[in-house]
């Protein structure tokens, strides 16, 4: 599709900048805009001049959540797998995980309910001081085991955390988050792009199919059986990237002391 509404996305060479537009409502999320991110991420899977995903959003909060004042308004109800709306939103978390490109998120004000498994379905996270993010599904008569959060929060800051946090639906502040490793750094919000750039140089440094079996592995041995299958999908990526053109590239960049200059083959 085209002409997104609810989101925008601006490239910068290798890299797509993906802003949540819709400022007036923090940014909170309706048919519309899963329609769009859905459309998104899906096409990610199989754009190679996609590199790397920077994810934030407009105006003063990064994502409020599910817009309440809308979700009663749905006609044309999404057939969503037969969960409706449900199952319509939840495939947007699992398409930013299938993608091969790293996700960084740049998290200021709320990240609330959806908003807050965004940050969680990232592969970075950076926050802004004014960062608070929380599993509001609960604070609604929901559980708060809701769009990947059980998977994605117990697995970034531990079982007792997640507990807490899921449980009570109290906030997270930047502080805390940057405490128990749920994001990298906390920067003034006005510093957000700028604290952003370092990551994705280094990234871009590496070589487009490095990148993508980095994620992809990181996926797959979070889940492994054991150290034994882990190692094995290590094996099989690391076989991959060693008959390609950039590893030789790589290598004599290396010795050369030179930045690698690579071509994807």
């Known amino acids: 599709m085209s002409g ?22 923090l940014n909170a999320i309706n048919t519309r805009m899963v329609t769009e991110l859905r459309d998104y991420f899906g096409g990610l899977y199989e754009d190679d001049s996609v590199r790397v995903v920077v ?4 105006g003063r909060a990064f ?8 979700a009663g308004d749905r006609v044309d109800n999404p057939f969503g797998g037969g969960m409706g709306f ?26 609330c309910g959806g908003g807050f498994s ?10 802004g001081a004014s960062a608070k993010m929380n599993a509001a599904f609960i604070r609604l008569g ?10 994605f929060l117990p697995r970034l800051v531990g079982t007792s955390v997640a507990s807490e946090l899921m449980l009570t639906g109290r906030f997270i502040h930047a502080d805390r988050a940057l405490a128990t490793g ?45 150290l034994e ?6 094996n099989r990526n690391q076989l991959m990237c060693s008959q390609t053109e950039d590893v030789k590239e790589g290598m004599q960049a290396f010795l050369e002391k030179r930045s690698p200059v690579y071509t994807g083959r």
């Open 63 to 70: 994502c409020a959540g599910l817009d309440i004042k809308q």
């Open 86 to 111: 449900q199952g319509y939103l939840a495939e947007v978390y699992i398409r930013m995980r299938r993608c091969p490109q790293p996700i960084v998120s740049l998290i200021q004000g709320a990240a």
């Open 142 to 151: 929901l559980s708060a085991c809701d769009m990947g959060s059980s998977y």
């Open 4 to 25: 997104y509404e609810t989101i925008t996305i601006e490239k910068q060479g290798a890299v797509d900048w993906l802003t949540l537009n819709r400022p007036e409502s």
């Open 118 to 127: 965004f940050v969680l379905a990232s592969d970075i996270r950076i926050a």
């Open 229 to 234: 299958a882990a190692m094995a999908i290590e």
């Open 182 to 226: 749920l994001v990298s750094e906390v920067v003034p919000d006005d510093q957000l792009e700028k604290a952003a750039e370092s990551y994705i140089t280094e990234m871009l440094n590496a070589s487009p199919m490095g990148l993508r079996l980095t994620k992809e592995g990181l996926n797959l041995a979070i889940d492994a059986a054991g």
């Open 55 to 58: 994810m934030q959003g407009a």
